[in-house]
Each structure stands twice: as structure tokens, then as C-alpha cells.
């Protein structure tokens, strides 16, 4: 388990990403077998942006005073999280 610093530095570091990134996009694993979840991420990276699977409470708290805050606040609403949505994929152009 992780200590309190290292879960501080993990939001620190993705409250700063969060900060540049120009577009978000919040998806589900539901359905999504390995294969395509790896071609998926390859097919980001390509394209300089960044693939990131985090849960709900930590993209919730890292996209406070964050164009993303909004977003990230609806998707970690109760409701959704019943669902066990957390992934994230966070598209950045460079």
C-alpha cells in the first residue's frame, strides 16, 4: 500500500498534467479486450499524447482548479462509480 506522500505526489504529478492537456477523454475497461486496449494506447502515443488509467477518487481530486475539473467531477459522481469507471484517457497535443 501506498504511503500519503507517495498518494500526494501521484495527484501532484496529475493535477500538473491535467493543467496542459487540451483535450480529455474519460472512457470505461467495460468491454474492451487487452488487445485493443494496447493498440489503443500505442495508437495515443503515437500522436504525443499520454494514456493514463487512473480511479475515479484521484482524477476527481487532480482535476480541482483545472479546465478538466468539471468533467472529471461528473464522472466520479456516485452513480458512475457503481460502474467502476477508471479509465482515463488523457490526449495531449504537443
Known sequence: MKK?????QDL?????ELAKVS???LSTFQGITVEDDTKLRRAVQSVGGKYK???NTLAERAGQGTPAEGLL???AA?????TRNW???LLQKR
Not at 456516485?78 to 457503481?82: A, E, F, K, Y
Open 4 to 8: 500519503r506522500s507517495e498518494k500526494q
Open 12 to 16: 501532484d504529478k496529475l493535477k500538473t
Open 23 to 25: 483535450t480529455v477523454i
Open 53 to 55: 488509467v487512473v480511479k
Open 73 to 75: 467531477k461528473i464522472s
Open 78 to 82: 456516485p452513480t458512475r462509480s457503481l
Open 87 to 89: 479509465i482515463r484517457w
